[in-house]
């Protein structure tokens, strides 16, 4: 059996985390070659950027993400455009300078996260990523397997105007109203093993409400703990949009925070999930959903 050539040029950004990916045109009708060579990269480098992409419409956006699995529509968020584009509007208040992974509010949140550039302000507005996986690789050895025997609670429904004081009334019923309109809470182990790579990493960010079994203060300076690991600066990569730039991230070995610096300058982008698996942790135990009953729509 011979092994293609890689075709894709692959341009690291950081030590941790971060590529540039050049010599594909993406849409719905690649090589399996090709597509096996990006997956093979965002799971190594967990996120990944595609320049001049401007080609792509909700459709090509859509085709390009069944390529890697099926796709995943948000559970409360109704799409943009087709049924899966989720919309992050500048204008409709969407501003995620929070760091977290997407969807954690639910079991089996997405494997990964695509997403497209449309409006970019003339300044301001870099998303962060973080890899969660070397977060947890470098914690040293009591604090890892403190983090393994670990769970936490994470909802969708959090306290929305603490976090986002200056949001108008528009914004906080666009919130409650839409994006949680049906109240989720999802228990996760605090660290997952990863289907494809087998690496550990840890599960945190902005929807978690506490530890299981923790009370509230510990479960803060716990939650402060860990996820001060995620966001020190080493452990990131910083991107600078263009319109038509497409970032690519494993879903379930990063987290990201999309800086709120752009004042008042629009900012329009088009996110495509593809569905993940429900994450288990090294003891083999399966995350699972508190509330509702079950998962509406399944
Ligand atoms: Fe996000």
């Known amino acids: 059996m011979t092994t293609a050539p890689p075709t894709l040029r692959i341009t690291r950004l950081g030590g941790r985390i971060g590529a540039v990916v050049e010599g594909v045109r993406l849409g ?3 090589a399996p070659s090709i597509v096996a060579e990006i997956r093979a990269a965002a799971l190594a480098h967990k996120v990944i950027f595609f320049r001049d992409q401007e080609h792509l419409d909700e459709e090509r956006h859509e085709a390009f ?28 208040g969407d501003r995620a300078n929070r760091w977290h992974t997407d969807v954690t509010f639910v079991p089996d949140y997405p494997a990964f996260s695509i997403l497209r550039a449309i409006t ?54 666009r919130f409650r109203e839409v994006f949680a309109a049906v109240r989720f809470r999802t228990e996760h182990p605090v660290v997952r093993v990863h ?32 996820q001060g690991h995620i966001e020190r600066p080493e452990n990131t990569v910083r ?3 263009r319109a038509g730039d497409v970032a690519m991230w494993d ?16 900012r329009s982008l088009r996110r495509i999930t ?21 998962m509406p729509g399944r």
């Open 120 to 173: 970019i302000p003339p300044y301001g507005g870099n998303t962060v990523w973080a890899n969660t996986a070397t977060a947890y690789a470098l914690l040293p050895e009591p604090l890892r397997a403190l983090a393994d025997g670990l769970r936490a609670i994470h909802t969708n429904e959090f306290d929305y105007a603490a976090v986002r004081p200056e949001a108008d009334a528009a914004q906080l019923a």
């Open 274 to 294: 593809v569905a993940g698996e429900v994450p288990v942790a090294p003891d083999g135990g399966e995350s699972r959903l508190l509330e509702p009953a079950a």
């Open 239 to 241: 991107w600078q949009w």
């Open 65 to 92: 993400g069944r390529l890697l699995g099926p796709l995943f529509a948000h559970p409360t968020v109704p799409a943009a455009d087709g049924r899966y584009a989720f919309p992050v509007d500048s204008e409709h």
């Open 28 to 30: 719905g009708e690649l």
């Open 251 to 266: 879903n379930r070995a990063t987290q990201h925070y999309a800086v709120d610096d752009s004042d008042g300058h629009h």
């Open 195 to 226: 289907p494809e790579t087998g690496e550990r990493s840890l599960v945190l960010g902005n929807f978690v409400q506490r530890f299981a079994g923790i009370r509230a203060r510990d479960s803060q300076l716990l939650f402060e703990l860990f």
